[in-house]
């Protein structure tokens, strides 16, 4: 069997410790009298980097000459956090670089934190992306990432008197973890014009002539997994300007300034994450980013492809690839528009391999009409006029096929054609993905449900019920328990008798025969406090609010949306606060102490988003300095969420809110996370929430609220019957309106949605059923045996929820591939 010892591995701390002092001194030319701690988090970075490096060769070398199938997962967003921490653990070598830099000088966890996150996405759907190729390389499947090497990940956030404000994440200056490709390089045209001629045997093909060429520069970062020598590689592409550093004959001719400019124009694309979750917004330089990503990732597999002298019917044995949503749907375009236009293929052929089975899988992340993404079609013609044509023609010979099915229904042609005949039309990218995949998969079960009934129903009919599939999302145990909560892991290893169950989640089963032992409840009750406590001390030093560890720690953290629902969150806590400020002191006293803690970004040009941070702030502002209070009730809006923060915070939960109106969250995957970290949810039934409560038991989490089959008519009610407010919410609205928080002009616009448009996200009515069932986690909290008990076993039952079983599931319903062990 491999052992780590015959690869990665350093033989001692004191080995480890050569590497690191080696590395001062040579690669960062710094002696060690002068080492700091950005200079030994860089030495030691380098120093497993360089042990990296040889797994990972030998892994790639492996997938090339056994020439095994591989899987594509493209994506817009990789968000990956730190890599050390993540490379120490996965290698197993935490321990030896522990005493190495301790004996250096340094604490650990001072190094780790010196690393800048790499952030190259906005929540849920980049975060998965970063799970799943953790899972990927644990699992030892022949697996690459595409995606785009931004210069400014997702923006910083702020918090300036109590607003948000957004500051550039400039994370590049220093990062050891990736690999300049200056070899690896492809020519990406934009723009130009298509001419069609007739070739020496007198077929007419198309030409896709002048415009621009952007060239793409790979950037690889290797991707370690858990105890296994795999090291698999995300590809990441980077824009420069074609023709070298400048054009040469401008320069000459004294045009310096346009040639630059153009230098400039070229590196845009690669520039900046859209900073937009659950929203599309039609910008060129989007639709760029897309293209230009898509066609170097497939021009880069075709080349791969194309060195085994294989057939070209061959392909899709050869070549899975994952859309994650339809931000990468032109890969379908641009596949047909390489077979046809430069390999010479037959249309029907080479639209045969592109749907070939298994080739392209779609997997979509909403149901949100405003996320579904649609571009003009005169921007597409005018950015990639032969795309646009290949577009028509896939459309052309799918609605065909579709009359033929109904010929007596001209409605289903004009609902379900890729191009929606409005003004100005628009290519329907989601159409496009489920006409060229061969299978589409929502996110949880209730999701893929809801998608196969609503906004592609039509679709099922056409295709079939096969085409649709599910495959709940996961997390990956290695980052969110090992990683994030040592001491839990290292708990669970001792009663386990191994750390296996990092690779086979579903073990953690076995901890349900231990909930009655006294002991190990006293360990895992001590294990949350102490998180609580780095937690506290955290609040402390970023707030300067001091919060007390044994008080009921409440969290919701993600994406600020008004359909996750931070308003409720909010205004539940106003009525809170009301209720113990209307309480005789003696009363008073026997409330249970609560800290409600927030966190997240608003999308910059998501106005209602922002107002809502900013009423969480003032609201903290009043109730934090409120001595009636004292520690009765503290808010706390945490600064900047990003994944190293949620290592911190998701440990540290009592119970965390997953709140959004029913029908909207098309998973969520925090709240898997923090029920793996022994924390309980409140949480409404929507996304993934469902199947966490059919698989932990409805003892063991807070369910409220109203159900999705019943939003529709709600709604209905809303805008066409009477709509009274739930009078505790009315209560809260006056205070508000009274200027209790300040800024009663900026808050108006919150309690107008409510009041006065309608509702839509269902705040009213769902209110009561939300405060009655917070009264209730109350109650649970006071008896600390139940709930630890509580705890172990929600635990015990999560197994299902790893990132592992997500990606088997993948790869036999959906890529058919199979794991390619080294066994060297
Ligand atoms: C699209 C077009 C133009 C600009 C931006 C976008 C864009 C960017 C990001 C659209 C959507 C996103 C991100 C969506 C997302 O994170 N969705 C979440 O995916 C998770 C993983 O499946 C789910 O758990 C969440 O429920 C879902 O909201």
Redesign the pocket.
């Known amino acids: 069997a491999w052992k780590r010892s015959q690869t990665a591995a350093f033989k001692s701390s004191d080995e480890f410790e050569k590497e690191v002092v080696r590395h001062v001194e040579t690669s960062l030319a710094r002696s060690m009298f002068n080492c700091d701690e950005k200079a030994a988090y860089s030495a030691t970075s380098l120093a497993f980097r360089d042990r990296l490096i040889l797994d990972w060769n030998k892994t790639q070398q492996r997938q090339t000459y056994r020439d095994s199938k591989r899987v594509y997962y493209f994506s817009?967003?990789f968000l990956m956090g730190r890599a050390l921490d993540n490379a120490m653990l996965n290698v197993g070598m935490k321990d030896t670089a522990k005493a190495g830099l301790a004996d250096l000088g340094f604490r650990i966890e001072d190094i780790i934190g010196q690393e800048h996150d790499a952030a190259l996405?906005?929540?849920?759907?980049?975060?998965?992306a970063a799970c799943f190729l953790d899972s990927l390389a644990s699992l030892d499947f022949p697996a690459w990432g595409y995606g785009l090497r931004y210069r400014y990940g997702i923006f910083k956030q702020e918090i300036i008197d109590g607003y948000q404000v957004e500051v550039p994440d400039y994370w590049l200056d220093f990062n050891p973890w990736e690999f300049p490709r200056h070899d690896v390089t492809v020519d990406v045209q934009f723009f130009g014009s298509v001419k069609k001629v007739t070739n020496e045997e007198g077929k007419s093909v198309a030409i896709w002539e002048g415009g621009e060429i952007v060239v793409a520069v790979a950037y690889d970062v290797p991707i370690p997994g858990y105890d296994t020598p795999t090291t698999n590689n995300l590809r990441l592409w980077s824009s420069k300007a074609s023709g070298g550093e400048f054009d040469f004959q401008k320069f000459n001719s004294g045009d310096y300034e346009s040639s630059v400019a153009e230098q400039q124009r070229a590196e845009t694309i690669s520039n900046v994450l859209?900073p937009?979750?659950?929203?599309?917004?039609?910008?060129e330089l989007?639709l760029k980013q897309q293209y230009f990503w898509v066609a170097a990732s497939l021009y880069d597999i075709v080349r791969r492809f194309k060195k085994s002298k294989r057939a070209w019917r061959e392909f899709p044995e050869q070549v899975a690839i994952q859309l994650n949503?339809?931000?990468p749907t032109l890969a379908i375009v641009e596949l047909q528009r390489i077979l046809v236009d430069v390999e010479g293929l037959e249309w029907d052929l080479a639209w045969e391999i592109v749907t070939g089975t298994p080739q392209f899988g779609y997997?979509n992340?909403?149901v949100l009409p405003e996320?579904l993404?649609k571009w003009p079609v005169g921007l597409v013609q005018h950015l990639l006029p032969r795309h646009l044509q290949i577009i028509y023609d896939i459309n052309l010979f799918f609605l065909q096929y579709v009359e033929k099915q109904f010929p007596d229904d001209r409605d289903i042609l004009t609902r379900v054609s890729i191009i929606e005949e409005s003004q100005p039309k628009m290519v329907r990218m989601a159409h496009l993905a489920i006409v060229g995949s061969h299978k589409v998969n929502g996110?949880?079960e209730l999701?893929s449900d809801l998608i196969k009934t609503t906004i592609f129903k039509d679709f099922v009919e056409i295709f079939g019920p096969d085409r649709f599939t599910n495959v709940t999302?996961g997390i990956t145990p290695r980052r969110w328990l090992h990683q994030a909560n040592p001491r839990l892991s290292e708990l669970i290893a001792s009663k386990l008798g191994s750390h296996e169950f990092l690779k086979d989640l579903s073990q953690l089963n076995k901890l349900e025969l231990l909930v009655q032992d006294k002991e190990f409840k006293k360990e895992w009750a001590e294990i949350k406090f102490a998180n609580k406590v780095r937690l506290a001390k955290y609040i402390k030093e970023t707030t300067g609010v001091n919060v007390n560890p044994s008080a009921l720690f409440d969290v919701q953290v993600k994406?600020i949306h008004e359909y996750k629902r931070q308003q409720l969150n909010i205004f539940g806590v106003i009525h809170r606060y009301l209720t113990l400020k209307a309480m005789a002191p003696a009363e008073r006293k026997k409330q249970l102490p609560r800290v409600s803690i927030f966190g997240g970004k608003a999308a910059p040009g998501y106005w209602m988003a922002k107002q809502i941070i900013h009423l969480i702030n003032a609201v903290g502002s009043v109730v934090n300095n409120d001595e009636d209070i004292g520690d009765l009730l503290k808010v706390i809006f945490l600064e900047d969420y990003n994944v190293s923060k949620a290592e911190i915070i998701c440990p540290a939960s009592d119970i965390s809110e997953h709140i959004?109106t029913a029908g909207t969250?098309?998973?969520?995957?925090s709240n898997m996370k923090f029920v793996l970290n022994g924390g309980l949810i409140i949480g409404t039934c929507d996304?993934?929430n469902i199947e966490i409560t059919r698989e932990v038991g409805e003892n063991n989490i807070f369910l409220f609220g109203n159900l999705s089959e019943d939003v529709e008519d709600l709604r209905h009610a809303h805008t066409y019957g009477s709509h009274t407010i739930d009078p505790d919410l009315a209560k809260v609205f006056e205070e508000i309106q009274k200027g209790t928080f300040g800024s009663v002009h900026d808050f108006s616009a919150m309690i107008a949605a409510v009041k006065d448009h309608g509702d839509y996200y269902l705040v009213s009515d769902d209110f009561h059923s939300y405060i009655e069932t917070h009264k209730l986690v109350d109650e649970a909290y006071r008896n600390q045996e139940e709930w630890v008990v509580k705890s172990i076993t929600a635990v015990a039952r999560m197994g299902f929820f790893s990132s592992d079983r997500c990606i088997y599931e993948y790869a036999d319903g959906i890529w058919n591939v199979e794991p390619l062990p080294r066994r060297d």
């Open positions: 817009l967003e996405g906005n929540g849920g759907l980049g975060r998965l859209y937009n979750d659950n929203l599309e917004r039609g910008k989007r949503d339809t931000h997997t992340h909403t996320a993404e996110v949880a999701h999302n994406r959004s969250e098309a998973s969520g995957t996304g993934a």
